[in-house]
Structures are given as C-alpha cells and as structure tokens.
C-alpha cells in the first residue's frame, strides 16, 4: 500500500469530534484524504472539533467541520449539500455517530427510541440518498458504517435492533450500488477506551467480555480505524456487502 492512497479524495466522518470518530478521520487523513467531520452543535464539544481540526490539517489535506444532529433528516439532508457545496465531492462516508441505550424495551422512553434508530440506522440511509448518487457518477466511492458487537446478542434492545439494521442495509446497499462503489461495515465488540462509558450501563461487563475472548484482550480505537481505512482503500473494490468483527472472538459462538 502507498503511503498516501486516499490522495484527492474526500471523506466524511460523522460522530466525529471525539473518540473514535477522531481516531478515524485522523488516520484517513494520514492516508491523504481530506476529511469533513460532523458531530452536535454543543460547547462541550466545539474545542473537541477544533483541535481535531489542526490535526488533520497537519497532514497536509483540507479539513472543515459541519455541525449536525443527525436524529433530524433535515439536518442530515444539510449536511450532505454543505459538504458538497464546499469540497465539490465527497468520496468516502464513514457513518460513525451512534447513541448507546440498553433500557427495556417495557421502559423505554418513545424518544429514545427514536434517537437511538435514527442516528445508528436512519442516518445511514440518507448519507447514501444524498451523497451515493454523485460517487456512482464520478466512478468512485466506499461507504463504511458503524456496526456493533451488540448486534449479534439480544439483550441491548433498541441498540441491537440499529446495529443489526446496519449490517443489512449495508448489505442491501452494497447491491444497489455497486460497481462503483463498495458498502462495507466494521462491528467492534468492547473497545479498550470505551470501557468506563458502558460500565456506566453495566460495570462487569468488560470483565466478561474479555473473558469469552480467544485473544483475551480488547481491540483499540486506532485498530478499529486502521479497518475502516483499509475499507476505503482503491486497492478494497471487490470487498463490498461485508461486516467484519473486530471482538477478538466474543462472538464465536459456542454451546
């Protein structure tokens, strides 16, 4: 692989102002591609942004930000024509934002419900409604999205029925949208950094989740990246429709 292959090409991050989300956008701009990042319009997260921001633009490649909740189609919709409208392209989404909620589904709240589907699931779709159609007419496109290891268990509701949306419509659009451009999904299981966020929901299970690992140890964020980067690459056109787990294992299943 060259050291630059993403060269002239632009990327779109969602979710990304923070976490791995940033890790993503960084690395693919290692890779040489210019990079527009997305997250919510709150102060918490403006410095976030903004030192992300420079550190892209470090690599040598155009770098901006566009704030947008994408629970909301409108915001979405704005989203995908202010990228276009500034870069003239965008050649790689990487569909990261995705809200966590494990409550019951007897107790789940209908807005949750809906913010959880939308951002995960919907968004997904309507990146691909306003932004596939001039990849499909340059020739050219790769589509990464954000799957989960809750995906294939039954016990994070809502979240797990996004995430297995996901792997579907990756599948269906890989169809759709071929040959120009590849669809393809990663499905982290439990991320090394990610743990103090879910043993807010559950505080042993990282100590499980490793447990049922062949690896015995959690993946990284930056290994996570680098997948979605090899996803993205010219060299990646006959993978398409794939979600690749990255849960050293967990997942096997087993009697």
């Known amino acids: 692989m060259t050291e630059r292959p993403l060269d002239n090409r632009v990327?779109?991050?969602?979710g990304a102002y923070r976490n791995l989300g940033a890790?993503?956008?960084?690395?693919?701009?290692?890779y040489g591609a210019s990079?527009?990042?997305?997250?919510?319009?709150?102060?918490d997260l403006?410095?976030?942004?903004?030192?992300?921001?420079?550190?892209?633009?470090?690599?040598?490649?155009?770098?901006?930000?566009?704030?947008?909740?994408l629970s909301r189609s409108s915001d979405v919709k704005r989203m995908c024509?202010?990228?276009?409208?500034?870069?003239?392209?965008?050649?790689?989404?990487?569909?990261?934002?995705?809200?966590?909620?494990?409550?019951?589904y007897v107790s789940l709240e209908e807005s949750t419900w809906d913010l959880v589907l939308n951002v995960n699931l919907k968004a997904v779709y309507m990146t691909a409604k306003y932004l596939a159609p001039q990849m499909?007419?340059?020739?050219?496109?790769?589509i990464v999205n954000m799957c989960a290891g809750s995906a294939f268990i039954r016990n994070h509701n809502v979240y797990t029925l996004?995430?297995?949306?996901?792997?579907?419509i990756t599948e269906s659009l890989a169809l759709e949208l071929g040959p120009e451009v590849t669809v393809n999904a990663v499905s982290p299981g439990q991320i090394f950094e990610s743990l103090p966020d879910i043993h807010a929901f559950d505080p042993t299970f990282g100590e499980r989740y490793l447990a049922r690992t062949p690896a015995k140890k959690l993946i990284r964020r930056a290994e996570v990246a680098e997948m979605i980067?090899?996803?993205?690459?010219?060299?990646?056109?006959?993978?398409?429709?794939?979600?690749i787990r990255l849960d050293g294992g967990a997942e096997i299943p087993r009697f």
């Open 11 to 14: 990327a779109l991050v969602t």
């Open 23 to 30: 890790v993503t956008a960084e690395t693919l701009a290692r």
């Open 35 to 43: 990079v527009i990042i997305n997250d919510l319009d709150k102060p």
């Open 46 to 69: 403006a410095a976030h942004g903004q030192a992300l921001l420079e550190r892209i633009r470090a690599h040598g490649v155009r770098a901006a930000a566009i704030t947008a909740d």
């Open 81 to 104: 024509q202010q990228a276009l409208a500034q870069f003239g392209r965008v050649d790689i989404i990487v569909n990261n934002a995705g809200p966590f909620n494990m409550d019951p």
């Open 136 to 142: 499909k007419a340059n020739g050219w496109g790769r």
């Open 162 to 168: 996004a995430k297995a949306g996901v792997q579907v």
């Open 229 to 243: 980067a090899l996803f993205c690459m010219p060299s990646s056109g006959t993978i398409t429709g794939v979600t």
